[in-house]
């Protein structure tokens, strides 16, 4: 089976430019969560999205959104992109309803500079 | 605000040699869950664990719940470069929060042969 996928694989962008990243869920998996990751640091929890709704919202500004899909599928959107904002965005998916509904599985990563 | 602290933050060791690798919280976590992550790629589950004082073992890996679920720790036994690479743990809160995970610093692990 495949496992979850993200494109692009990398990303080279300017100062004050907006990006859009996509993941693709484990088939089957209705629930989408995303990190960012600076290098040298564990990931941080930017949002969790299940049935197209959003679920939760970790501690980054208004210029983070993302949305699901009908088909799970997700999207996030960063807006006036700064310098910081440079570093390896994770998405993983989840099962739902079921008793291993905790485990996460993440993709490779896109890998964002911001210049 | 739930954290983990992961200890060591660097561990540099000769193949043959035992490690462990710590994660602590003031939190209690419905689950903890232990990743290894290499350069460039996303982090690969390694093991979950749920109930308190749970030990799980994975070949020479060795998982385990401290009794209040706000700890674990990762043992390996007689390492090996192969396992060179980024340990992370994270723990989960309860029913909506299963999708965000809350991470430690990571332990990047070197063995030497």
């Known amino acids: 089976d495949a496992g979850v996928t993200q494109s692009p694989t990398h990303l080279i962008k300017t100062r004050g430019q907006h990006v859009t990243l996509r993941c693709s869920p484990i088939?089957?998996?209705?629930?989408v969560s995303w990190y960012q990751q600076v290098l040298g640091q564990g990931p941080q929890f930017i949002f969790q999205?299940?049935?197209?709704?959003?679920?939760g919202r970790g501690n980054f500004p208004d210029r983070f959104s993302a949305r699901q899909f009908p088909n799970y599928s997700s999207e996030l959107n960063v807006n006036a992109l700064l310098l910081g904002d440079s570093a390896l965005y994770l998405c993983?998916?989840?099962?739902?309803?079921?008793?291993?509904?905790?485990?996460?599985?993440f993709g490779p990563g896109t890998r964002l500079t911001v210049t | 605000t739930q954290l983990l602290e992961q200890s060591p933050q660097f561990l540099s060791i000769q193949e043959g040699e035992n490690l462990t690798v710590y994660c602590n919280s003031s939190?209690?976590?419905?689950?903890l869950q232990w990743y290894r992550q290499e350069p460039g790629e996303g982090p690969v589950l390694l093991v979950t664990?749920?109930?308190?004082?749970e030990v799980k073992k994975l070949k020479r890996l060795t998982f385990q719940f401290g009794d209040a679920r706000k700890d674990s720790s990762l043992h390996i036994t007689a390492a090996q470069p192969g396992d060179t690479g980024l340990y992370l743990c994270?723990?989960?809160?309860?029913?909506?929060?299963?999708?965000?995970?809350?991470f430690g610093q990571g332990t990047i692990l070197t063995v030497h042969p």
């Open positions: 993983a998916s989840r099962p739902t309803g079921t008793a291993t509904s905790y485990e996460q599985y």
């Open positions: 664990v749920v109930t308190g004082g």
């Open positions: 939190s209690v976590f419905s689950s």
């Open positions: 994270a723990g989960a809160g309860g029913g909506t929060s299963y999708g965000k995970l809350t």
């Open positions: 088939s089957g998996h209705k629930s």
């Open positions: 999205y299940y049935e197209k709704e959003e679920r």
